[in-house]
């Protein structure tokens, strides 16, 4: 019951928790931004590595789910395009 309490208070400041979809696309895409990376990084290709470097950060400046998955899928479209 404390706990309930704890986050009803956190809830009143403005502070939630994300949601499963809002997780599992920040892991998703930082993934497949640290693979842009290290490809980029291998290859000598600035466009990779530095997609691959903002699929990474990205989330934590994102705090809406939607916009979440609209922006890592723009990114990922922009380094399919690049990737070869």
């Known amino acids: ?3 309930m309490d704890e986050l009803n208070q956190l809830a009143s400041l403005g502070l939630v928790l994300p ?3 809002y997780i ?8 497949i931004g640290y693979v842009a990376f290290r490809r ?10 530095w997609t691959g470097v903002a699929l990474m950060l ?4 994102v705090s809406q789910t ?7 899928a723009g ?3 922009w380094l399919y395009v690049k990737w070869n």
Not at 24 to 31: K, V
Not at 58 to 61: D, I, S, T
Not at 66 to 72: D, E, M, Q, R, S
């Open 58 to 61: 990205y989330p934590y400046a």
């Open 24 to 31: 599992a696309g920040a892991i998703l895409f930082g993934i």
């Open 19 to 21: 949601s499963p979809a």
């Open 75 to 77: 990114l990922c479209g």
């Open 66 to 72: 939607w916009l979440l998955w609209a922006v890592g």
């Open 1 to 3: 019951m404390r706990a």
């Open 40 to 49: 980029g990084r291998k290859t000598s290709t600035a466009s990779l590595t």
